[in-house]
């Protein structure tokens, strides 16, 4: 990938201001770096400091007694299980469940702040190790340690869609001694025995690494997000809920939660039980990722008709994250709400600082860098050969599988499978709850959508809707690997949505603020 040099090291003065709750550090208070990409900062030689501080703190969180609260065992408890316990004392409630709001308005914030605490600890053990090596330039460079995000939607996911930092179980790193092979933090993680009740002896693991059909898939999304035509609306863009069950819209169906459901889904395992998901450490950088998407959005819809955040979500709390150490009161959605809200954290994204005066801009160039891709080689786990789909001025046909579910109907996530004249084509993941005793999960319609826009072409279909309703059928699997009859499932609906979409610089810019897609009526398959 293209590098942009976003910081250096140079000397500066490092002193000690307060900041609400556990976010509470000493340093430059100029400073507000931004999250690297984690392909920049693994690969580029530039960042070798920081990566290896990096590397570490993450080492020294993961082998902290589970007792402290600072302890990566407790920290990504914070998500689910262990049910019953408090996070810092902070009371829970429901008390069985975990913190995390899934479901609500409130999801990307409250993940904000999530992984603001955790960006903060790892800063403080990026910072002690810093000073015990008592090197200036080592110290100097853990101001600059923050989280890096994984953006399973570039090129580079597409072209390496898993790579080493994830999987290796070493890392060499630089040390003031030389180099050196460690633990690799990234790859997994096992909690004290006994920390999680339901499973004593856990650990972390994938069901399948990350492929490029899933990238490509998820970069069709991540397009859609920054369209005006589908996610000008707060509402829409923050959550899978689906407010307006039945609506042709499709800002219904192409939430950032729906895409970042079904990250989860896709890879499987720890990362697709909301309640252990946290203990899989790539959790983070899906998340750095999904708060990065977040704060581009905020600018690039800034000024957008229904962009603003609906006054019960600005009031809403983000516990067990205090805005005071010491305190009960937790932060509110509106402090840490809108793009210029991660500098509260003392941290930004690189396309923030490229263009954080020019939200028009911004939005060209995301949908831009997520284009449609024209895939010369073979995305899809079909056995359907590759065709070319070369996109023009005149718009690129889109297809779409919009559906709506009650979330809880099964007591567990599960897969909306779809297949294209019998060949397995994408799935949609409902990012459910398991069934936890004593608690009564009310029922929940969200909106998701999946892309069948390879499947069809590859099918030669997809300039041919009227055949779409006999090509395509659907299967409904749990994460346990259930199939599920779609005759017990009486909330699901399933829409087929064709769409033209528009790619070219000029066309994008000649058509904001409006639509930048068009979309047809959708055909009624379930």
Same mark, same amino acid.
């Given at each position: ?362 939005? @060209?160039? *995301?949908?831009? /860098? ?6 010369? #080689? ?5 056995? %359907? =050969? !590759? +065709? ?70 590859? @099918?030669? *279909?997809?300039? /041919? ?6 090509? #395509? ?5 749990? %994460? =346990? !690997? +259930? ?44």
């Amino acid at each position: 990938m293209e590098t942009l040099l976003l910081f250096a090291v140079t000397a500066a003065s490092v002193r000690a201001i307060g900041l609400p709750g556990y976010l509470n550090d000493p340093f430059d208070v100029s400073i507000v770096p931004p999250r690297l990409d984690c392909v920049d900062l693994f690969t580029n030689s530039a960042y070798e400091i920081h990566r290896s501080l990096f590397i570490q703190a993450l080492n020294l969180m993961q082998g902290r007694d589970t007792s402290r609260f600072t302890s990566w065992t407790q920290l990504a408890g914070i998500h689910g299980e262990p049910y019953n316990q408090a996070w810092d004392y902070y009371e829970l409630y429901p008390k069985n469940l975990g913190y995390c709001p899934h479901g609500s308005t409130k999801f990307p914030h409250w993940h904000r702040a999530y992984m603001g605490q955790i960006e903060t600890h790892v800063k403080r053990a990026a910072m002690a190790l810093a000073n015990d090596y008592n090197d200036e330039k080592w110290m100097v460079a853990s101001n600059y340690v923050r989280l890096c995000y994984w953006d399973w939607a570039s090129d580079d996911s597409i072209s390496n869609p898993m790579p080493y930092w994830f999987t290796d179980s070493t890392l060499s790193i630089l040390t003031p001694s030389g180099y050196q092979t460690v633990h690799n933090p990234l790859s997994g993680f096992a909690p004290a025995s006994g920390f999680i009740p339901s499973n004593p002896n856990y650990r972390s693991s994938r069901a399948q690494n990350w492929q490029s059909w899933m990238a490509i898939q998820s970069r069709d999304e991540v397009r859609l997000l920054f369209d005006p035509s589908v996610n000008s609306n707060w509402a829409a863009f923050a959550t899978h809920t689906n407010d307006n069950a039945g609506d042709s819209n499709p800002n219904q169906y192409h939430s950032v939660e729906h895409i970042h459901d079904n990250v989860h889904g896709w890879l499987g395992n720890t990362m697709g039980v909301v309640s252990l998901a946290a203990f899989d450490p790539i959790f983070f950088f899906h998340h750095a990722n999904v708060d990065r998407l977040l704060t581009l959005w905020e600018l690039a819809m800034q000024g957008q008709p229904n962009s603003q955040i609906d006054s019960n979500t600005a009031s809403s709390p983000l516990p067990p994250f205090r805005n005071e150490q010491n305190q009960d009161d937790p932060w509110l959605v509106r402090d840490l709400a809108g793009w210029q809200g991660t500098t509260k954290m003392f941290y930004t994204y690189p396309e923030i600082i490229q263009h954080k005066n020019d939200p028009a801009g911004l939005r @060209a160039a *995301l949908m831009q /860098k997520y284009s449609f891709k024209n895939p010369t #080689v073979q995305f899809q786990p079909t056995s %359907f =050969s !590759g +065709r070319d789909s070369t996109p023009t001025d005149a718009g690129q046909p889109g297809a779409y599988a919009h559906f709506e579910v009650d979330k809880h109907c099964l007591g567990e996530a599960f897969y909306v499978k779809f297949f294209v004249n019998g060949h397995f084509a994408t799935a949609g993941y409902v990012f459910a709850m398991n069934s936890v005793a004593g608690v009564t999960m009310a029922p929940l319609i969200i909106g998701g959508s999946a892309v069948l826009t390879h499947a069809l072409m590859n @099918a030669s *279909l997809l300039d /041919k809707p009227e055949q779409w309703k006999k090509a #395509v059928t659907v299967k409904v699997e749990t %994460f =346990s !690997g +259930r199939d599920i009859p779609l005759s017990q499932i009486y909330s699901l609906k399933i829409k087929l949505q064709p769409a033209i979409h528009y790619h070219s610089a000029a066309e994008i810019f000649s058509r904001l603020p409006s639509s930048t897609s068009s979309w047809p009526s959708p055909i009624q398959l379930i």
